[in-house]
């Protein structure tokens, strides 16, 4: 069976240095009929449970630490019975959210099995130390967080981000994987590599 993939939007707000903004999180549920991943927890919890129907949920992988998607992971664990993986470089951030709970760390080139395929794990640092893109090769599909979105980079303005550090990792991670990649992201509309590679080289030849 293919895996399938299905988006899930939630709403909340997002918090770091002093400041609270609105935002609408995605939530992606990879899958067959009988096992999934949650890539983000965000904001709410019954629209995810309701998203996932039943399978069992091998794990809910945090691409950041970030509040807006990290919001109920400790929920989703509790109800769904699966592991919250999140990698250690964003301990800071998700001590923030959850200053007494853990989680199960993710390791640089870590491959999560489902539904008879792999998602192999990529760090992708830059918006924040810790954030991680997922990539499902047989799928031709990619989850990137906050690290790369329609039209160019994350955000890099705030604690614990650097530009140059995303730059790195978006050309040296992620525009090596086929242009037909399709990137599923954080916030907004999906792309792909193809469609990113001219935006992202003049981003780094403007240097912002």
């Known amino acids: 069976m293919t895996v399938r993939i299905d988006r899930v939007v939630t709403s909340g707000t997002f918090s770091l240095d002093g400041g609270t903004w609105d935002v609408d999180n995605n939530v992606w549920v990879i ?10 927890a965000a904001h709410q919890a019954d629209p995810i449970v309701a998203a996932v129907a039943g399978r069992t949920v091998r794990a809910i ?9 990290v919001t109920v992971a400790p929920e989703l664990a509790d109800r769904l019975d699966a592991p919250i993986l999140l990698h ?4 800071p951030l998700w001590r923030m959210t959850h200053p007494d709970l853990d989680y ?7 491959r999560i099995p489902v539904a008879n395929t792999d998602i192999q794990i990529l760090h ?4 924040s130390p810790g954030s991680v893109s997922l990539h499902l090769p047989e799928a031709k599909a990619l989850f990137t967080g906050d690290t790369l ?5 994350g955000a890099t303005g705030r604690s614990f981000s650097d530009f140059g550090t ?4 978006i050309r040296d991670r992620l525009l090596t994987l086929p242009e037909e990649t399709t990137v599923h992201t954080g916030h907004g509309d999906s792309t792909t590599i193809g469609a990113e590679k001219p935006s992202l080289a003049d981003w780094i030849a403007r240097g912002h």
């Open 31 to 40: 899958g067959d009929d009988d096992e999934v991943v949650v890539i983000d």
């Open 61 to 69: 992988i945090c691409t950041h630490g970030h509040n807006d998607h």
């Open 88 to 91: 250690p470089g964003d301990e």
């Open 104 to 110: 199960r760390s993710l390791a640089d080139t870590e």
């Open 124 to 127: 992708t640092p830059g918006h």
């Open 149 to 153: 979105f329609s039209g160019g980079p």
């Open 166 to 169: 995303i730059v790195d990792s």
